[in-house]
Structures are given as C-alpha cells and as structure tokens.
C-alpha cells in the first residue's frame, strides 16, 4: 500500500501546515506582525511576520503545540487560532491551563502517552507525546513536548529540545521517516548573561541525523526571532562539513512543499 500524500507549508518559526491523509495539522501558532515584544521571563523579539495570514488556513483538524509559555510558539494570534482549531494536543500542564477558554478542546499528553484523533472520511490519526528539554538539565524545568504522528511511516517533530538522551529513546522506539527539528541555538539573557542554547545548535542535528540515518530533517524554527544565533546558513554548512546535505528537507515560505 503507497504511503498516504504528505505537504508541508511554512509559516515562520515553529510554525508549519502538515496536511496528510485528508487532515490538517498545524504547530506551534505564531501569527503576530514582526515587530512584537514580549515579556515573559525574558524579552523575546519578533524579527519576521507569518508568511501566511491566520485568516489564510482554512480548516484546521489539530493545533500540536509544543507548550505554551513562550510567545515563539504561541503568541497573541496564535491563541485566536487555537480556539477555532477543532482540538489542541499539548503537555499536561498546557491543556490544564488552556482548556477552560478552549472549551474542553485542549488534549494533555505526558511522554509517550498517544491519543487518537478523526479526521474527514472516518480516518484515523494517532499522535504520541515523545521527550523533550527546553535546555540544559540544570535550568529546564518547563514541560515541553514532541510529538510523533503514526502515519507515512512516522513524521517526528521536536519541539523545542537540545539533543540529550530523550531523542536518543525516540530514535531507538519509533525511528521516524521524517523529522522536523526545532533549531536555531536560541538564546536569551538571564542576568545579564546569555544562556546556554535552549534549543538544538546545527551541530547537534548533525549528531542526531547520524544517530538516525533512516530520517529526512525538515529544519524549522530556526529564523525570524531575534533570540535565534544560527540561522539557514549555518545549518547548511554544518550538514555540507559532514556530508549530509542530502538529509535536509528546506521548506519555502507560504508555499507548500510535497514530501514523498
């Protein structure tokens, strides 16, 4: 039986349209214009707007939101397109602080915990909350999840993760087909002092592409914030030093892209 028609659609940062077997998925909602601040712990600086309008999606089966803290996976408009997707399936804690102005809709996984959702013509998507840490161990305490879609032989998104033992399990349990990595080596300033990165650096994602040969890499959330230090150029020559080039899956803004 051939493999069920895969498109991805850019949008900015954590931000894609994932549409496969007659469904539609989105992460992370990032919707506002450039220029937005936030203040939320740290000062986040948004740098590129949405290549697509909220008004432009149509109709979304699921939101997969990674968490919900941080305005660079969920800011003002994004929360305006959680409450018109059909459900949202986040991290426990997520779901019990948005579920009220959700209406119920909000579906709260710990890692390794799967549901099911429907979507048109009675099909049937399963979705598992994998691991993931917000950065290094001694300062990541916030509850983020990956998620990992049982469909075309497994299509693996990170969420906002360094590369540590949890994507290692991921890998060894479920060896997904695809892979959306969350990248960018985004740091903040605590103290006055920048932090270590709180997501995955180029050359982590070489790592990980080593330890899964099997997986194509769609990078994501790598542009756009002002918090972000590698963008596209340097995950291309990290990949290029290594050989693996080939591995990369470079979505275009606002359009969207067939993987087979």
């Known amino acids: 039986m051939s493999e069920p028609s895969l498109s991805m659609t850019y949008i900015g940062g954590p931000t894609v349209l994932i549409e496969i077997a007659g469904m539609r998925l989105l992460t992370d909602p990032t919707f506002d214009d450039a220029g937005s601040t936030y203040e939320r712990g740290s000062t986040l600086h948004k740098l590129t ?18 968490h919900h803290q941080h305005a660079d996976n969920l800011d003002t408009a994004g929360e305006a397109v959680l409450k ?5 399936v986040t991290t426990v804690e ?6 009220a102005a ?20 009675s099909r049937t998507l399963r979705i598992t909350a994998t691991p993931a840490r917000h950065g290094p161990a001694e300062r990541a305490s916030l509850a983020v999840t990956g998620f990992l879609l049982d469909i075309s032989d497994g299509i693996y998104i990170s969420g906002d993760t360094v590369l540590y033992e949890g994507m290692q399990e991921v890998i060894e349990r479920l060896h997904p087909r695809i892979t959306m990595l969350h990248l960018g080596a ?3 300033e605590v103290d006055g002092q920048l932090t270590a990165p709180l997501t995955m ?10 330890m899964a040969p099997q997986t194509r890499i769609v990078p994501i959330h790598y542009e756009g914030w002002a918090h972000f230090t590698e963008g596209r150029e340097v ?3 990290s990949f290029a030093a290594a050989g693996l080039s080939d591995r990369l899956i470079w979505l275009k803004a606002g359009e969207p892209v067939a993987i087979d």
């Open 235 to 237: 995950i291309e020559q």
């Open 102 to 121: 959700l209406g119920g809709k909000a579906f709260g996984l710990a890692p390794w915990q799967g549901a099911e959702i429907e979507g048109p013509h």
């Open 49 to 66: 707007g949405p290549a697509l309008p909220a008004s432009a999606l149509g109709r979304i089966d699921a939101v997969l939101l990674s």
């Open 201 to 210: 650096t180029a050359e982590e994602a070489v790592t990980f592409a080593r």
């Open 84 to 88: 018109k997707a059909a459900r949202v």
């Open 94 to 99: 997520g779901a019990a602080e948005l579920g």
């Open 186 to 188: 985004a740091r903040v």
